[in-house]
């Protein structure tokens, strides 16, 4: 069901306003739609009284901090970032399980903006969680990273702010209208969906600078080659398997690139792509030819459910 957008966001601005009072927030944006769209809520509601951080915590893409940058200029809003890849490789070192990883993943996301929110002297965290996200995380299929207060996690208690979630009642497709109508170029309200805990949800087992350096490029490449068809979400997956390949005549124990696209309204269900051949062979040939590590490259074929998007 199609929202009014304009209606909308006039009532979430006096939400901001009241629930955020004069101590001001803060808004983390990984440059996805539904935290750019709470950075410009926040930004219109509260004026300098909202900070914008990007937290570069080595699991986004390469272009994510740049285009959140670029994306918000125009606003007047100057994003400043965080550089806290260390602490996130060191807490996922040695963790394996996906709702281990998951939870690590959510504890130092939270810690990193409590010490932020002390820092700059606010109050109250503004996030883009959404419906989705909720009925996930509450329906106990995977820990989203943004919910906290809805499984009885108390945010002021634990982390030291008050959390206020503009967007909790609607899903991805209105949440595009809203982010049109507050005048974001296509880029951002268009974009597909990116995962919080970036591509950590995207290596099977342990997450290292290395596979996230494997999988940043095999990423690009899909995101690139696939553009043309517009689906709903598009990404590349490091397998934790290996598989014997030959690469310069010589046997290669090598990496297994799994590539997802898929077709949704609200991810809470999905179908599958029907990628023509010649953008599967092209996303093929880049990946054997530019990362010398992967000697595999498949295609998942699965809907939702019983698959889910992610791969963890
Ligand atoms: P799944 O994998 O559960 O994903 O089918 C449904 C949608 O949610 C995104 N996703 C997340 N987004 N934090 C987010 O902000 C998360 O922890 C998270 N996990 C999954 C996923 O990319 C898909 O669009």
């Known amino acids: 069901m199609k929202i ?6 006039s009532e979430k601005l006096e939400e901001i306003k009241q629930e955020v009072g004069d101590r001001g927030a803060l808004v983390a944006t990984s440059g996805g739609v539904d935290s750019m769209a709470c950075a410009l809520l926040a930004h219109k509601a509260l004026g300098k009284r909202a900070v914008i951080l990007f937290v570069d915590d080595g699991l986004m893409r390469d272009s994510d901090k740049k285009r959140v940058r670029e994306e918000l200029k125009p606003f007047g809003i100057n994003v400043k970032v965080l550089n806290v890849q260390k602490d996130f490789f060191k807490a996922l070192k040695g963790k394996e399980d996906p709702e281990e990883k998951r939870k690590v993943f959510r504890h130092l996301f939270y810690k990193t903006l409590g010490k932020a929110v002390k820092q700059n ?4 965290l503004i996030q883009g969680t959404i419906a989705a996200d909720i009925i996930e995380t509450k329906g106990k299929i995977k820990t989203q990273h943004n ?7 108390d945010p002021e208690k634990r982390f030291g702010f008050k959390v206020v979630e503009p967007l909790r009642e609607i899903f991805k497709y209105q949440v595009r209208q809203v982010a049109k109508e507050l005048g974001f170029s296509p880029r951002v309200y268009k974009q597909m969906p990116f995962p919080g805990p970036g591509l950590a949800t995207r290596i099977i087992g342990e997450v290292t600078p290395r596979k996230v350096k494997i999988l940043r490029r095999a990423t690009e490449i899909v995101e690139e080659e696939i553009k043309e068809l517009r689906p709903f979400q598009a990404l590349a997956v490091l397998l934790n398997d290996k598989a014997t390949g030959i690469r310069k005549g010589k046997r290669s124990f090598g990496n297994i690139i799994a590539v997802r696209s898929v077709e949704s309204k609200d991810a809470m269900t999905a179908s599958v792509t029907r990628v023509p051949w010649r953008i599967l062979e092209r996303i093929r040939d880049r990946i054997i030819k530019e990362i010398p590590q992967v000697v595999k490259v498949l295609f998942d074929i699965t809907p939702k459910p019983p698959s889910t998007i992610e791969y963890i």
């Not at 002297?121 to 109250?124: D, G, H, L, R």
């Open 121 to 124: 002297k606010v109050k109250s």
């Open 4 to 9: 009014q957008a304009k209606r909308f966001i």
């Open 147 to 153: 919910i906290l207060k809805q499984i009885g996690i």
